[in-house]
């Protein structure tokens, strides 16, 4: 009792600064950690000649992060349900950027894929504690769901400012500064986060559940392995079979242990909640739209165009200036409307600017892909911000690290998941597309040198056709969220549950 009466519960949500300040602080920490997921993949050439190795054996550079990285997030947004979001947070900001600094002074390519694994697993905790630090630090619904919408940009931003700064870093300097930079902006982040974080140390709420990470571990491992190796591998391939055994056996064992368990780490009484199931849905199909079809659409700008990597990086500029506008307006236009209209007006804009983008063409110039960037960031500003509004406000306080958790990974695994099919569908259409091309063309001339630039030409065609096809496949998706979320979506909490907990927190204490 003691203890209660020197902290009551209303001071263990109360901001040591405004509330505002505390969204500049986790917006800071979600921007580092999107800056370097995006810059990453520009230093592979680079590591590839320091360390003389082949492609495939540089893939496992980021495939490394995105195991860990899915594995602990969800783990991480229990511990902050449990221990509190600030001492999370804290620690694992501290920690990315300690072990940044370690992944740039790597000595071996083995010691590089090392830390770029722990620098997954401590920057798991940035997103879930982020949104439930957002979600119990306003009160109010609509200034809520405004921040939500705000703090959603931040993944633009990081975006648009990663292959800037990435690329000059790399060209100017060398693939270990990209990590190295992490400091400067680390320590601003870190002296924000003491200051500005509040104080939430909620009560022991049980033992964690360690046999359930450990098995939602192997099974998400298990899955997101195969979803980025499996081209290389072979979808059919022993590794790939083992994978999928795995992947079943684990998710069953860990659905069969987490419904029994008093404080499982993924609370499988959450898929009974309609809002919660929607969420998932729609982020499920939508990212996997969007991450797949925007992993190719640098290749084809560095294959086709012949862009460097910092010229690639000004393609996005539009979609990161145009998706911080229209999420705060998404939020907005969500507490106005049904959310499930916002969510599918914002689906269906982006599937159409993925069906402007189907007719990709070497002649392009960077005009030519503004239009369809400006409306890709506005779809996903207005779709996305209710997404996340309603992930934190469909559940008590108390779930909210672990409803967040499992939104990101979801997000993850459906990114994966999307690359994975179109990365698949680009390669089969582009073998299908040159005996059909093939077929149809006739080159006449028996100069050995006019045969070859015919033959060249027909492979050109044959994988334009193929890019058509992926981002046509990528306007389905969306289209499909856009369905599921008019379909599914119900009515997301007015919040009001969320303050009514922590006022009887208040009286209890």
């Not at 190796?229 to 079979?241: F, K, Y």
Request: charge should be neutral; glycine fraction near 10%.
């Amino acid at each position: 009792m003691a203890e209660s009466s020197a902290e009551s519960p209303q001071q263990m949500h109360r901001l040591t600064g405004h509330p505002w300040l505390v969204l500049a602080t986790v917006m800071l920490g979600t921007l580092l950690i999107g800056l370097d997921r995006t810059v990453v993949n520009l230093a592979v050439p680079k590591v590839i000649t320091d360390f003389g190795i082949s492609v495939s054996t540089a893939a496992w550079i980021a495939t490394a992060y995105i195991i860990t990285n899915a594995v602990f997030v969800p783990v991480f947004g229990k511990l902050g349900d449990m221990f509190g979001n600030r001492v999370i947070y804290l620690w694992s900001f501290a920690g990315f950027v300690g072990v940044s600094i370690l992944t740039g002074l790597a000595w071996s390519f083995d010691a590089l894929i090392f830390f770029r694994a722990l620098q997954g697993l401590v920057g798991a905790a940035i997103y879930p504690t982020a949104m439930s630090l957002i979600a119990k630090s306003f009160m109010d619904r609509k200034a809520r769901a405004q921040a939500l919408g705000i703090w959603s940009s931040s993944f633009a931003v990081s975006a648009v400012i990663g292959p800037l700064l990435g690329g000059y870093l790399i060209d100017n300097f060398s693939w270990r500064m990209i990590f190295y930079i992490n400091l400067p902006i680390g320590l601003i982040g870190l002296a924000m986060t003491i200051f500005f974080l509040p104080h939430d140390r909620p009560v022991d709420r049980g033992s964690f559940d360690w046999l359930g990470s450990i098995l939602l571990a192997g099974a998400i491992t298990s899955m997101v392995l195969v979803l980025d190796q499996g081209q290389s591998w072979g979808w059919t391939a022993g590794p790939s079979l083992l994978c999928y055994a795995g992947t079943v056996v684990f998710s069953y064992l860990t659905y069969w242990w987490e419904t029994r368990h008093s404080h499982p780490v993924i609370d499988f009484k959450l898929f009974k909640n309609p809002t919660i199931v929607s969420v998932l849905a729609v982020s499920f199909v939508s990212f996997g739209g969007m991450m797949g079809s925007m992993f190719l659409l640098p290749v084809f700008a560095q294959t086709f165009l012949g862009y460097d990597a910092i010229k690639t990086g000004l393609l996005f500029i539009p979609m990161g200036l145009t998706l911080p506008i229209f999420a705060p307006l998404g939020a907005r236009l969500a507490q106005r409307f049904h959310p499930r209209y916002t969510v599918s007006l914002g689906m269906v804009i982006a599937a159409f600017s993925f069906y402007m983008l189907r007719n990709l063409d070497p002649g392009m110039g960077f005009i030519d892909f503004v239009p369809s960037m400006i409306l890709l960031g506005a779809g996903l500003g207005l779709g996305m911000s209710p997404l996340t509004t309603a992930a934190t406000t469909a559940v008590p306080l108390n779930e909210v690290g672990m409803s967040s958790g499992l939104l990101n990974l979801t997000r993850n695994i459906g990114g994966a998941f999307g690359i994975a099919l179109f990365s698949t569908i680009l390669a089969n259409a582009t073998n299908s597309n040159v005996l059909a091309v093939a077929q149809n063309s006739v080159i006449r001339s028996h100069v050995p040198m006019v045969i070859a630039q015919g033959v060249q030409l027909i492979i050109l065609k044959a994988d334009l056709l193929a890019y058509g096809e992926v981002f046509s496949v990528a306007a389905l998706a969306m289209l499909g969220g856009a369905i599921i979320g008019l379909v599914l979506l119900r009515a997301q909490g007015d919040g009001s549950q969320l303050t009514a907990e922590m006022k009887a927190e208040a009286m209890a204490g």
